[in-house]
């Protein structure tokens, strides 16, 4: 970093640094250590990144001569020792919400114009009592009918429009950097 120039910190920092605290977090893990003839067997409890590193801490800080039963506690319960430690399913539904909220964070305008034009299309129709559908199908449409549809479109473009407006605004706001103010003495 430059000297004068002000630390950022974006959107994508922030999922970067989500997905790396996530995966590689430290877990609880319990097992029945002996600690010699003393006090026998004792449950005990670490935290550590891997199965491995559990049990160097159950031998180091406790002193266990023996470490069996060794697992992984979750919220749950527990799981068996021998993995990486992380879940295949909870990592892959993190991932899911990482990727959604990229796509949300980098398509808002888009969505949120869709979001709207429905808004607006469902609106309208409840209002004025005419689906699109009923225009489109209706053989002989009266004068009503058209201004009715019309106002439909107009209403769906138009909420549309305001999304899209929005989506680019927040948008904006998402991808600039954060104001910093540095005090000199």
Avoid at 21 to 41: Q, V
């Amino acid at each position: 970093m430059q000297p004068g120039t002000d630390p950022t910190f974006t959107l994508a920092d922030f999922t970067l640094v989500s997905l790396f605290t996530f995966l590689f977090i430290m877990a609880t893990y319990r097992a029945k250590c002996w600690l010699g003839s003393s006090s026998g067997y004792q449950d005990l409890e670490v935290k550590a990144n891997t199965v491995n590193g559990a049990k160097e801490q159950f031998e180091r800080i406790y002193g266990a001569e023996q470490v069996i039963n060794l697992s992984e506690v979750r919220d749950g319960g527990s799981s068996s020792g021998g993995g990486s430690g992380v879940s295949i399913g909870g990592t892959a539904g993190l991932i899911s919400l990482i990727a959604a909220a990229w796509v949300f964070f980098t398509f808002t305008p888009w969505i949120l114009m869709g979001l709207g034009g429905v808004v607006g299309a469902w609106l309208s129709e409840k209002v004025l009592g005419q689906t699109l559908g009923d225009y489109v199908n209706d053989s002989s449409p009266t004068k009503s009918n058209h201004i009715r549809a019309i106002l439909v479109l107009l209403t769906t473009i138009s909420l549309g429009g305001v999304g899209f407006y929005q989506g680019d605004q927040l948008n904006k706001s998402f991808n600039e950097p954060s104001k910093t103010e540095q005090i000199k003495k």
